[in-house]
C-alpha cells in the first residue's frame, strides 16, 4: 500500500519569498507523483508530475520539484511566490497500473498563505 | 487539458433524503472515473472506482447500499448518498481518466471537477 506524508499543515510566507512544500511516501512498487493545487471550494488542479526520466519536474505557475527516489520525497518548490499562490496544496501518488490505475492517494495537505 | 463538470456545486438535504451528484467528462471518454470524500481541512479520501459498464469498486470501510456508484456511460458517473444524514455531510469530488487504449503510458492524468459540497440538515 502507498501512504502520502506531507509534513507541514501550514506555511506561512511573505511575498515574493521562496517556499518549499516537504513530501515523503511510502511504497512497496514503483509510483508516480503528483502535486495539486486547491483553491476553496473547488475541485484539484494539477501542478505537475512525475512519471519517469529527469527527477526535476517543472509545472504549471512557476513551481517545480524534485523526485529523491533514495529519500522517497517529492518536495515543491517555488523560487518567489505570489498572494495569489495561496491554496492548500496536496502531494499525490499512483500505482503504475493494473486494477488500480489512476487510483490516487493524497497527502493530507499544506495550506501556503501568501502574506503581502 | 480535459474537463470533468460536477452537478450541483452545492446542495442542502434534509436528513432522510437522498442526494444525486453527476460527474461528467465533457470532453473525452472515461473508462475509469473516481469518488472522493474530503473533510473540512483534510485530505481527499478515495471512496470507489467506478468503470463503466461494471460495479464499482469501494474501498474499505465505504458503505456500498449507501453511497450508490453508476457508471452507465463513458461520459457519466453518479453518485448517489441514500438516506442522508447530518453526518455525510462532506465535499464530494469526481475524477476520470481518460480512455486511452496505449495504457497508462498515455494518460497518466486524472481530471477533477469541481466537486459538490454537501449539507444534510
Known amino acids: 500500500a502507498q501512504s502520502v506524508t506531507q509534513l507541514d499543515s501550514q506555511v506561512p510566507v511573505f511575498e515574493e519569498a521562496p517556499v518549499e512544500l516537504r513530501c515523503n511516501y511510502s511504497s512497496s512498487v514503483s509510483v508516480y507523483l503528483f502535486w495539486y493545487v486547491q483553491y476553496p471550494n473547488q475541485g484539484l488542479q494539477l501542478l505537475l508530475k512525475y512519471l519517469s526520466g529527469s527527477t526535476l519536474v517543472k509545472g504549471i505557475n512557476g513551481f517545480e520539484a524534485e523526485f529523491n527516489k533514495s529519500q522517497t520525497s517529492f518536495h515543491l518548490r517555488k523560487p518567489s511566490v505570489h498572494i495569489s499562490d495561496t491554496a492548500e496544496y496536496f502531494c499525490?501518488?499512483?500505482?503504475?497500473?493494473?486494477?488500480?490505475?489512476?487510483?490516487?492517494?493524497f497527502g493530507r495537505g499544506t495550506q501556503l498563505t501568501v502574506w503581502p | 487539458g480535459a474537463v470533468v463538470s460536477q452537478h450541483p456545486s452545492w446542495v442542502i438535504c434534509k436528513s432522510g433524503t437522498s442526494v444525486k451528484i453527476e460527474c461528467r467528462s465533457l470532453?473525452?471518454?472515461?473508462?475509469?472515473m473516481f469518488w472522493y470524500r474530503q473533510f473540512p481541512k483534510q485530505s481527499l479520501m478515495l471512496m470507489a472506482t467506478s468503470n463503466e459498464g461494471s460495479k464499482a469498486t469501494y474501498e474499505q470501510g465505504v458503505e456500498k447500499d449507501k453511497f450508490l456508484i453508476n457508471h452507465a456511460s463513458l461520459t457519466l458517473s453518479t453518485l448517489t448518498v441514500t438516506s442522508a444524514h447530518p453526518e455525510d455531510s462532506s465535499f464530494y469530488i469526481c475524477s476520470a481518466r481518460e480512455y486511452q487504449p496505449e495504457g497508462w503510458g498515455q494518460s497518466t492524468e486524472a481530471f477533477f471537477g469541481q466537486g459538490t459540497r454537501l449539507t444534510v440538515v
Open positions: 470532453d473525452f471518454q472515461a473508462t475509469t
Open positions: 499525490a501518488v499512483s500505482d503504475l497500473g493494473g486494477s488500480t490505475l489512476g487510483r490516487l492517494y
